[in-house]
Nanobody
Framework: QVQLVESGGGLVQAGGSLRLSCAASGRTFSMYVMGWFRQAPGKEREFVAAIRRAIGDTYYTDSVKGRFTISTDNAKTTAFLQMDSVKPEDTAVYYC?????????????????WGQGTQVTVSS
């Protein structure tokens, strides 16, 4: 089992920055990829970004490219999501996820483990 705990959410003004963290524990060797998803009220959970732990390849949804950056610490057990130039449409609960790397890494069903989520609210 892998346990994921997100932190760093909060209220931020449009144009500002926020940094989310996802601390992993347990069988972390099984985490080939770590990803971030978000879910706004009334909407489906959507892919935001992912990183392959072994080689560092990163993937982003188009709406956050150039604004968000996913990374890990040296131990590769904590993932970060640096959110810059945030917009009101970035408001959502952000979830960390991990699992094996699959070609459809953008689907929630590709991930085995999930955190409890952290709220991000962007005011206009």
């Amino acid at each position: 089992q892998v346990q994921l705990v997100e932190s760093g959410g909060g209220l931020v003004q449009a144009g500002g920055s926020l940094r989310l963290s996802c601390a992993a524990s347990g069988r972390t060797f099984s985490m080939y990829v770590m990803g971030w998803f978000r879910q706004a009220p009334g909407k489906e959970r959507e892919f935001v970004a992912a990183i392959r732990r072994a080689i560092g390849d990163t993937y982003y949804t188009d709406s956050v490219k150039g604004r968000f950056t996913i990374s890990t610490d040296n131990a590769k057990t904590t993932a970060f999501l640096q959110m810059d130039s945030v917009k009101p449409e970035d408001t959502a609960v952000y979830y960390c996820a991990s699992g094996p790397f699959r070609s459809d890494y953008y689907r929630p069903t590709s991930y085995n483990y999930w955190g409890q989520g952290t709220q991000v609210t962007v005011s206009s």
